[in-house]
């Protein structure tokens, strides 16, 4: 069974079958402010990896993503985004980031 923080925040439709040709961008975003479970925005999904680290699975600019992440947080709360290129080498982190993550990017 899933933990709540392994859920997705908003879910779009299913991303399998994308091949790593199809436009998709997937943003990394911290914060240690806690993020509201209804988060909209402009993306498909956003994903807990871990407390604080997000996926962010969109097609529009890294400026839209920020600010609409940035407007839902507590004001003066510290966050970062920045886009994926490829896969990341990463460990520990929710079950099933690694496959959502190869969904989408290209392996590194």
Same mark, same amino acid.
């Not at 600010?67 to 080498?89: G, I, N």
């Given at each position: 069974?899933?933990?709540?923080?392994?859920?997705?925040?908003?879910?779009?439709?299913?991303?399998?079958? @994308?091949?790593?040709?199809?436009?998709?961008?997937?943003? /990394?975003?911290? *914060? !240690?402010?806690?993020?509201?479970?209804? +988060?909209? #925005?402009?993306?498909?999904?956003?994903?807990?990896?871990?407390?604080?680290?997000?996926?962010?699975?969109?097609?529009?600019?890294?400026?839209?993503?920020?600010?609409? @992440?940035?407007?839902?947080?507590?004001?003066?709360?510290? /966050?970062?985004? *920045? !886009?994926?290129?490829?896969?990341?080498? +990463?460990? #520990?982190?929710?079950?099933?980031?690694?496959?959502?993550?190869?969904?989408?990017?290209?392996?590194?």
């Amino acid at each position: 069974m899933q933990s709540p923080a392994v859920t997705a925040i908003q879910q779009g439709p299913n991303r399998r079958g @994308l091949r790593h040709t199809d436009a998709v961008t997937v943003y /990394l975003a911290w *914060t !240690p402010a806690p993020v509201p479970d209804d +988060l909209s #925005g402009p993306w498909t999904e956003v994903r807990r990896a871990a407390p604080g680290l997000l996926l962010v699975d969109s097609g529009d600019t890294l400026s839209r993503v920020y600010h609409e @992440l940035k407007w839902s947080l507590p004001d003066d709360s510290p /966050l970062l985004v *920045t !886009p994926l290129a490829e896969r990341p080498k +990463l460990k #520990g982190l929710a079950d099933g980031t690694q496959a959502w993550l190869g969904d989408r990017l290209p392996k590194g």
